[in-house]
């Protein structure tokens, strides 16, 4: 056979070995309940001695692990089932927000194996100082990861702001940041070397995280609001990300709804975030600096004055919501961030303004509920988003020195 034929014919064979790793290891991933390798030789198409070839190399690159099988009548011993190991990869998931930072580490069947959020006004903090708090929690992580035996696969950050596709945050106003180069500043700590470092913006990442979260009978059309100081959106369309023509896209909380109110830190005036966001509905409250936690109790207790910020926000979300959905179409509102928390106070008014400002709100409702991964969706969905790719793409893990 001709040099030239040879090599292709390694490539088709390694890139059938990359799909059908894939193939099997999704398979297992999505099944109800475990399949044995006979299951998912008769589900795939593969070949039996195909199957466990794969599964093989699945199990001790630490991605599948057998199970007991279901006891069942009949003849015959029960076959071993399979499912997602969770003693392998773990994706790190950091947020930097204006009032907290975050980190965890979720495993491949979704699991959080470690958490940690640190409470401080980021605002007065220069980015480099920031970034070297985040080290810390990347450490304290890597640590963690460590103690338990588990193989770090990958980083990625979340940052309330315009981030470019190399990781710079261009403007994060709420933070005061601007053309930051978090790979820069971050990709030199030792726990994260030859991992990878993905920076995004946190309602990506968050509407991602729901998007994995949220149920199967969900259209996949839905848009993410993540309420912290600022406001954020992520877009899902057709179960995919919308992010524009440049990766920006989702900066609801600088939509008008007031064109000549509030100033606003974007240089802008009535922009959403200065009657929604959580300093605003605090500062409406008479709870100025109080954690959301005191809103809510307020809220329960049916507070007069706390139920009256909250009105006027959700009227305010409402608004800008309503536009959103009438140009993009989208059935689905997800309260996120602090909102998921306060969503029995917020959703009715925001539904309210929907059903009288979305043109096809009569024939086509639109749900509006709380986020399924409540406030650390952020840091969860940079997580999950590493733990997607390995199981994606298992036959890099695979391949990857030392894992």
């Not at 149920?215 to 992520?234: H, M, T």
């Not at 809103?295 to 959103?324: M, Y």
Request: hydrophobic share 50%; charged share 15%; glycine share 12%.
């Amino acid at each position: 056979m001709p040099v030239g034929a040879a090599a292709a014919t390694a490539v088709r064979q390694a890139s059938l070995r990359e799909h059908n790793l894939a193939l099997v290891l999704r398979h297992i991933a999505n099944a109800p309940h475990p399949p044995s390798r006979a299951a998912v030789a008769a589900t795939t198409g593969l070949t039996r001695a195909t199957v466990s070839t794969l599964v093989d190399d699945l199990i001790t690159g630490r991605l599948l692990t057998e199970v007991d099988p279901t006891p069942r009548s009949g003849a015959g011993r029960p076959a071993l089932g399979l499912v997602l190991a969770g003693h392998g990869p773990v994706g790190l998931g950091l947020e930097v927000n204006v009032d907290y930072l975050a980190a965890c580490l979720v495993d491949l069947t979704g699991t959080v194996r470690h958490r940690a959020v640190r409470r401080m006004d980021l605002r007065p903090v220069p980015p480099a100082d920031a970034l070297a708090l985040v080290a810390d929690l990347i450490s304290e992580a890597g640590a963690e990861a460590d103690r338990r035996d588990l193989l770090l696969a990958g980083t990625a950050l979340a940052v309330p702001g315009l981030v470019t596709a190399d990781g710079v945050v261009r403007l994060a106003p709420n933070l005061g940041w601007r053309d930051v180069d978090v790979p820069a500043l971050l990709g030199g700590h030792p726990v994260l070397a030859g991992r990878g470092l993905t920076v995004d913006n946190e309602a990506n990442l968050a509407a991602l995280g729901e998007l994995h979260a949220s149920s199967a009978a969900d259209s996949g059309n839905f848009i993410y609001i993540s309420g912290e100081v600022g406001i954020g959106a992520g877009i899902v369309l057709h179960n995919s990300l919308f992010r524009g023509a440049r990766g920006w896209s989702g900066e609801l909380g600088h939509v008008p709804v007031h064109p000549e109110g509030r100033p606003c830190r974007c240089g802008g005036r009535g922009c959403l975030e200065q009657y929604a966001g959580q300093e605003a509905i605090l500062g409406g409250a008479g709870l100025t600096g109080a954690p959301v936690a005191r809103l809510v109790e307020a809220a329960e207790r049916a507070d007069p004055v706390a139920c009256q910020a909250l009105a006027d926000a959700a009227g305010a979300l409402g608004v800008a919501v309503a536009g959103v959905i009438n140009l993009l179409d989208v059935d689905t509102v997800v309260l996120g961030g602090v909102y998921a928390p306060l969503a029995p106070w917020l959703a009715p008014p925001v539904r309210a303004e929907i059903g009288r400002r979305v043109l096809t709100a009569a024939w086509s409702p639109v749900t509006v509920r709380a986020a399924l991964l409540g406030g650390d969706a952020a840091a969860l969905g940079a997580a999950g988003s590493v733990v997607r790719t390995v199981l994606d793409q298992p036959a890099r893990w695979l391949a990857r020195p030392g894992r």
